[in-house]
């Protein structure tokens, strides 16, 4: 991923949220990276409201398998798979 960023190349929405995820950034680093590529958490798409609740509200350490898990429970899109949206 990282060498196709530095080609050029813009990486979707829920693939930039895994990366974030992934790299253990904090809610504000991840917010700022989105919006530094052009995106945005909306308030309105219930994919983006359950991983925005899940980055600000868990207790717990969040992994990019558990929000794939509350996402599936939910049946909204994965990050990081190959399934079409």
Do not use: C
């Amino acid at each position: 991923m990282f060498r196709h960023i530095k080609t050029g190349y813009l990486p979707s929405k829920a693939s930039l949220l895994a990366l974030a995820i992934s790299l253990e950034l904090k809610p504000d680093e991840i917010y700022s990276l989105m919006q530094k590529a052009g995106y945005v958490l909306s308030n309105s798409i219930a994919f983006d409201m359950v991983v925005k609740w899940l980055l600000e509200n868990s207790q717990i350490k969040i992994s990019l398998f558990y929000i794939n898990d509350v996402l599936y429970e939910l049946n909204l899109p994965l990050l990081m798979t190959r399934e079409k949206s």
